[in-house]
T-cell receptor, first 113, second 112 residues
Framework: RKEVEQDPGPFNVPEGATVAFNCTYSNSASQSFFWYRQDCRKEPKLLMSVYSSGNEDGRFTAQLNRASQYISLLIRDSKLSDSATYLCVVNMPNGGATNKLIFGTGTLLAVQP | DGGITQSPKYLFRKEGQNVTLSCEQNLNHDAMYWYRQDPGQGLRLIYYSQIVNDFQKGDIAEGYSVSREKKESFPLTVTSAQKNPTAFYLC???????????FGQGTRLTVV
């Protein structure tokens, strides 16, 4: 089982649609969680951190479910500029005091006019 | 400006040669990471370091080596033992174990 799993997509949606991405992780001791956005041939950039209580930033909402070991990202009122790959990232303990950041394979979103 | 700088942006290497990718940060971050990304794929962890003079292997460390002699610098050497080195290499850093990571712009390595 992969440490972090995402549906690779692609998700093809019309402008204005609501789209949701899910991500599961294997290590229940994982401490922190993030969603990153990556545009074609560019470096990933932080979209939002994911908190236990859930958090919202404009059209974007992130949720964490520790019991089921998954995180989600909801995008409302999709824009053409939202087209990108969305990466789920989990901070996992790796023995002792070390932690490693593990990325999912990413979910490709294509918003159509 | 504070940030992470990777150089060069594009790099061509002949088969059998070692090559070193540079990663420098002036964010005063303790932890640094190297990832590899293949076309249409996610990021795979090569090596990471949480303090100076210490580093750990990631999931795909074979054929790579690193050093962390200074807090600001975490160079990655792609050795001739790496069978498929052509990829996009990304360096990242962060200041505490629970905060987000910041990335450099990446180095595209092509073996010719």
């Amino acid at each position: 089982r992969k440490e972090v799993e995402q549906d690779p997509g692609p998700f093809n949606v019309p402008e204005g649609a609501t789209v949701a991405f899910n991500c599961t992780y294997s290590n229940s001791a994982s401490q922190s969680f993030f969603w990153y956005r990556q545009d074609c041939r560019k470096e990933p950039k932080l979209l939002m951190s994911v908190y236990s209580s859930g958090n919202e930033d404009g059209r974007f909402t992130a949720q964490l479910n520790r019991a089921s070991q998954y995180i989600s990202l909801l995008i409302r009122d999709s824009k053409l500029s939202d087209s990108a790959t969305y990466l789920c990232v989990v901070n996992m303990p790796n023995g002792g005091a070390t932690n490693k950041l593990i990325f999912g394979t990413g979910t490709l979103l294509a918003v159509q006019p | 400006d504070g940030g992470i700088t990777q150089s060069p942006k594009y790099l061509f290497r002949k088969e059998g040669q070692n090559v070193t990718l540079s990663c420098e940060q002036n964010l005063n971050h303790d932890a640094m990471y190297w990832y590899r990304q293949d076309p249409g794929q996610g990021l795979r962890l090569i090596y990471y370091s949480q303090i100076v003079n210490d580093f750990q292997k990631g999931d795909i460390a074979e054929g790579y080596s690193v050093s962390r002699e200074k807090k600001e610098s975490f160079p990655l050497t792609v050795t001739s033992a790496q069978k498929n080195p052509t990829a996009f290499y990304l360096c990242a850093s962060r200041d505490r174990v629970v905060t987000e990571a910041f990335f450099g712009q990446g180095t595209r390595l092509t073996v010719v």
